[in-house]
Protein backbone atom coordinates (compact mmCIF):
# COMPACT_ATOMS: atom_id res chain seq x y z
CA UNK A 1 0.00 0.00 0.00
CA UNK A 2 1.64 3.13 -1.05
CA UNK A 3 0.61 6.32 1.13
CA UNK A 4 -0.20 9.61 -1.06
CA UNK A 5 0.39 13.43 0.79
CA UNK A 6 1.10 16.67 -0.30
CA UNK A 7 3.40 19.39 1.33
CA UNK A 8 4.23 22.76 1.18
CA UNK A 9 6.94 23.07 -2.13
CA UNK A 10 6.57 27.27 -2.15
CA UNK A 11 5.84 29.23 0.50
CA UNK A 12 5.34 33.24 1.21
CA UNK A 13 6.44 35.28 4.02
CA UNK A 14 4.36 38.10 3.35
CA UNK A 15 5.51 41.20 1.51
CA UNK A 16 6.11 39.41 -1.51
CA UNK A 17 8.77 37.13 -0.57
CA UNK A 18 8.61 33.70 -1.46
CA UNK A 19 11.16 30.54 -0.47
CA UNK A 20 11.18 27.21 -1.74
CA UNK A 21 11.17 24.07 0.58
CA UNK A 22 14.15 22.26 0.04
CA UNK A 23 14.49 18.61 -0.35
CA UNK A 24 18.05 16.50 0.15
CA UNK A 25 18.50 13.31 0.48
CA UNK A 26 16.50 12.41 3.86
CA UNK A 27 13.54 14.12 1.99
CA UNK A 28 11.56 17.32 2.44
CA UNK A 29 12.48 19.65 5.15
CA UNK A 30 10.65 19.86 8.51
CA UNK A 31 8.27 22.36 8.97
CA UNK A 32 6.44 23.32 12.82
CA UNK A 33 2.94 23.69 12.99
CA UNK A 34 2.47 25.97 15.83
CA UNK A 35 -0.71 26.88 18.36
CA UNK A 36 -1.49 28.29 21.38
CA UNK A 37 -2.89 25.34 23.56
CA UNK A 38 -1.01 23.75 26.44
CA UNK A 39 0.58 20.33 25.70
CA UNK A 40 -2.11 18.37 28.16
CA UNK A 41 -4.88 19.84 26.31
CA UNK A 42 -3.09 18.72 22.82
CA UNK A 43 -2.30 15.21 24.19
CA UNK A 44 -5.55 14.65 25.23
CA UNK A 45 -7.13 15.56 21.98
CA UNK A 46 -4.99 13.50 19.81
CA UNK A 47 -5.87 10.93 22.69
CA UNK A 48 -9.68 11.30 21.30
CA UNK A 49 -8.51 11.31 17.63
CA UNK A 50 -6.93 8.05 18.04
CA UNK A 51 -3.18 8.50 18.27
CA UNK A 52 -0.92 6.25 21.57
CA UNK A 53 1.68 7.18 23.43
CA UNK A 54 4.63 6.05 22.21
CA UNK A 55 7.25 3.52 24.20
CA UNK A 56 10.68 3.73 22.30
CA UNK A 57 11.43 6.45 20.57
CA UNK A 58 14.90 8.68 19.55
CA UNK A 59 13.73 12.08 22.30
CA UNK A 60 14.54 15.56 20.46
CA UNK A 61 16.01 18.35 22.40
CA UNK A 62 12.86 20.40 23.92
CA UNK A 63 10.25 17.52 23.24
CA UNK A 64 7.26 17.07 25.25
CA UNK A 65 6.64 13.88 26.97
CA UNK A 66 6.24 10.77 24.66
CA UNK A 67 5.63 11.16 20.91
CA UNK A 68 1.90 10.06 19.81
CA UNK A 69 1.61 7.44 16.88
CA UNK A 70 -1.72 6.91 15.14
CA UNK A 71 -2.01 3.86 12.91
CA UNK A 72 -3.06 4.62 9.09
CA UNK A 73 -3.36 2.37 6.19
CA UNK A 74 -1.36 -0.77 6.93
CA UNK A 75 1.72 -0.53 7.03
CA UNK A 76 1.44 3.05 7.63
CA UNK A 77 1.50 5.68 10.74
CA UNK A 78 1.68 9.18 11.65
CA UNK A 79 4.31 9.69 14.50
CA UNK A 80 3.62 12.96 16.15
CA UNK A 81 6.06 15.00 18.90
CA UNK A 82 5.06 17.82 20.60
CA UNK A 83 7.92 20.41 21.38
CA UNK A 84 7.83 23.47 24.18
CA UNK A 85 8.07 26.92 22.37
CA UNK A 86 8.57 28.91 25.32
CA UNK A 87 6.05 31.59 25.53
CA UNK A 88 3.15 29.59 25.87
CA UNK A 89 3.25 28.07 22.46
CA UNK A 90 3.25 24.56 21.41
CA UNK A 91 4.82 23.20 17.87
CA UNK A 92 4.01 20.26 16.76
CA UNK A 93 5.88 17.76 14.05
CA UNK A 94 4.61 14.79 12.32
CA UNK A 95 5.86 12.12 9.70
CA UNK A 96 4.16 9.30 8.16
CA UNK A 97 6.23 5.99 8.51
CA UNK A 98 6.48 2.30 8.59
CA UNK A 99 4.96 1.68 11.51
CA UNK A 100 6.71 0.13 14.50
CA UNK A 101 5.28 -2.99 14.71
CA UNK A 102 7.32 -3.72 11.43
CA UNK A 103 11.05 -4.20 11.60
CA UNK A 104 11.09 -1.98 8.47
CA UNK A 105 10.57 0.40 10.74
CA UNK A 106 14.37 0.81 10.94
CA UNK A 107 15.35 1.23 7.95
CA UNK A 108 12.12 2.98 6.09
CA UNK A 109 11.33 6.35 3.92
CA UNK A 110 9.19 8.48 5.78
CA UNK A 111 8.53 12.06 5.35
CA UNK A 112 7.32 14.93 7.16
CA UNK A 113 3.20 15.48 7.14
CA UNK A 114 1.49 19.22 7.56
CA UNK A 115 -1.82 18.46 5.86
CA UNK A 116 -2.95 15.57 8.43
CA UNK A 117 -2.38 17.78 11.42
CA UNK A 118 -4.37 20.61 9.93
CA UNK A 119 -7.01 18.51 9.19
CA UNK A 120 -7.27 17.80 13.17
CA UNK A 121 -6.50 21.28 14.22
CA UNK A 122 -9.28 22.65 12.37
CA UNK A 123 -11.80 19.82 13.60
CA UNK A 124 -11.33 20.87 16.80
CA UNK A 125 -10.92 24.62 15.98
CA UNK A 126 -7.27 25.34 17.03
CA UNK A 127 -5.70 28.41 15.64
CA UNK A 128 -2.59 27.44 14.24
CA UNK A 129 0.60 28.72 12.58
CA UNK A 130 3.21 27.38 10.52
CA UNK A 131 6.91 27.70 11.32
CA UNK A 132 9.72 27.34 9.11
CA UNK A 133 12.89 26.96 11.10
CA UNK A 134 15.71 27.42 8.87
CA UNK A 135 14.32 30.80 7.60
CA UNK A 136 13.00 31.59 11.58
CA UNK A 137 9.65 32.91 10.11
CA UNK A 138 5.82 32.59 9.75
CA UNK A 139 4.57 31.23 6.60
CA UNK A 140 1.77 33.26 5.59
CA UNK A 141 0.63 31.24 2.62
CA UNK A 142 1.36 28.02 0.51
CA UNK A 143 1.92 28.87 -3.45
CA UNK A 144 2.36 25.18 -4.62
CA UNK A 145 2.90 21.74 -3.09
CA UNK A 146 4.86 18.76 -3.38
CA UNK A 147 3.13 15.37 -4.29
CA UNK A 148 4.45 13.04 -2.11
CA UNK A 149 4.41 9.00 -2.67
CA UNK A 150 5.74 6.71 -0.36
CA UNK A 151 6.12 3.10 -1.56
CA UNK A 152 5.77 -0.06 0.45
CA UNK A 153 8.71 -1.81 0.74
CA UNK A 154 9.96 -4.01 -1.58
CA UNK A 155 10.30 -7.01 1.38
CA UNK A 156 6.61 -7.36 2.73
CA UNK A 157 6.82 -5.98 6.03
CA UNK A 158 7.39 -8.67 9.33
CA UNK A 159 5.71 -8.16 12.04
CA UNK A 160 8.65 -8.33 15.07
CA UNK A 161 6.37 -9.07 17.98
CA UNK A 162 5.44 -12.82 16.93
CA UNK A 163 9.21 -13.05 16.06
CA UNK A 164 10.75 -13.03 19.51
CA UNK A 165 7.82 -15.19 20.52
CA UNK A 166 8.58 -17.84 17.85
CA UNK A 167 11.97 -17.54 18.51
CA UNK A 168 12.01 -17.84 22.16
CA UNK A 169 9.74 -20.62 22.12
CA UNK A 170 12.54 -22.17 19.43
CA UNK A 171 15.16 -21.36 22.01
CA UNK A 172 12.96 -22.66 25.28
CA UNK A 173 12.78 -26.08 23.40
CA UNK A 174 16.64 -25.97 22.59
CA UNK A 175 17.15 -25.33 26.05
CA UNK A 176 15.13 -28.02 27.44
CA UNK A 177 16.46 -30.90 25.08
CA UNK A 178 20.22 -29.62 26.02
CA UNK A 179 19.32 -29.79 30.00
CA UNK A 180 17.54 -33.23 29.19
CA UNK A 181 20.85 -34.61 28.11
CA UNK A 182 22.64 -33.24 30.82
CA UNK A 183 20.59 -34.50 33.63
Known amino acids: M ?25 GVEQLTVIVKKSAEELYNIMLKEGFTKVKFEHKQEAQIG ?14 LRLFDRKNGEVGIEAEVEVS ?31 WHNKVKNHI ?12 TPN ?23 YLDTIF
Not at 66 to 79: A, N
Not at 140 to 151: E, P, R, V
Open 2 to 26: QYLTRYPRTVSFGSGKNHFIDIDAK
Open 66 to 79: DGLSLKLKKPWEMH
Open 100 to 130: RDYLQHLFCQRTPVIYEIEALLKKHQIEYKI
Open 140 to 151: HGILDNYKITLA
Open 155 to 177: IPVFAWKPMIFFIGTVGVFYLWK
